[in-house]
């Protein structure tokens, strides 16, 4: 019974994480470039190193190129739970969208599903910048089953804890995940980052915001997520099902385990 539970509860997080899923990029009105300026070229050039460099280098990597008007300024970001095959792809594609949505900007930013990775280009620097606009956020319709009052103390002491030990991160690397019982049959599962350009407390503040933000827009519902330049908070995530649920699964599970696996 026991590895039942268990394959159960990695089968429902996938899930969740699934429905939490988002895709957004903004590009700034902040100017653009011509077809075929410096810039552009400098923007195309510097993207498409990037994402070797930043799995070669562990999920992190800025750059810079050109010089006065034509400098641009990259910054590739991979969750700090990817593998490096997975950090090329995600910021591959990621520049791919980024290009095709943003074609003259001069300066915008991805968060690729999940996201499991952030892709930005400014013709500033913001590296080492607090940045908490433009944000992302949203969240899964489904409401918290179980008492509210329970969770809401689950869900304040996790928030603190996941919080701090993401900011107590390196340079190199800024993140945290941690899972906690909710009830005997729910788990929360947190996850955050930030940009480890960050300095310890900038990096609290920009979660902190992050944490509260979702506190007004998305108290009481399964899962959200809150995305912001400096840092990601992909948020909650908790199992949708109820007891009797969960105990029709494990049956299901039971007699046909790759039912639940493959669906
Ligand atoms: C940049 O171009 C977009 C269309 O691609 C346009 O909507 C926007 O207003 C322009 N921004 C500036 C600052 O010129
Ligand atoms: C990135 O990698 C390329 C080769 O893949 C290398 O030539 C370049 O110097 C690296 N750094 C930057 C800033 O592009
Ligand atoms: C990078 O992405 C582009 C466009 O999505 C794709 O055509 C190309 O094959 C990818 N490169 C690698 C090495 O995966
Ligand atoms: C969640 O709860 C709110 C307020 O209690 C209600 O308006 C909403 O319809 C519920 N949503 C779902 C999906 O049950
Ligand atoms: C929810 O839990 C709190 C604290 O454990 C308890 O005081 C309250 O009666 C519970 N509410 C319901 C509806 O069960
Ligand atoms: C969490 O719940 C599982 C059963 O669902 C149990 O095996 C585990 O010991 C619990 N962990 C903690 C820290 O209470």
Known sequence: MPWLLQISFVFLLHLSIGITLS???????TGNFTTNSVYGKNRDLILSNLASNVSTNGGFYTA?????????????LCRGDSSSETCFSCVNTTIH??????????????WAAGPRCTVRYADR??????????????????????NLTQFDQTWES?????VTKASM????????????????FQKIYALMQC????????????????????????HGKQGGYVLRPSCIFPGICIPFMNQLKLHLHLRLLHYHPEFLLHR
């Open 97 to 110: 969208d980024l290009i095709t949505k943003c074609p003259n900007q001069k300066e915008a930013i991805s």
């Open 125 to 146: 620097s913001f590296i080492g910048l607090l940045e908490t606009d433009p944000s992302d956020a949203g969240y899964n319709v489904n409401n918290i089953t179980t």
């Open 158 to 162: 996790l928030m603190d804890r996941v």
């Open 169 to 184: 991160g390196s340079f190199k690397l800024k993140f945290a995940t941690e899972e906690v019982n909710l009830t005997f």
């Open 64 to 76: 810079t190129i050109g010089q006065d008007t034509d400098e641009v300024y990259a910054l590739a």
């Open 23 to 29: 895709n957004g990029q903004r590009c700034y009105d």
């Open 195 to 218: 940009t480890p350009d960050l300095s310890r407390s900038n990096c609290d503040s920009c979660l902190r915001q992050s944490v509260s933000y979702f506190e007004t827009c998305c």
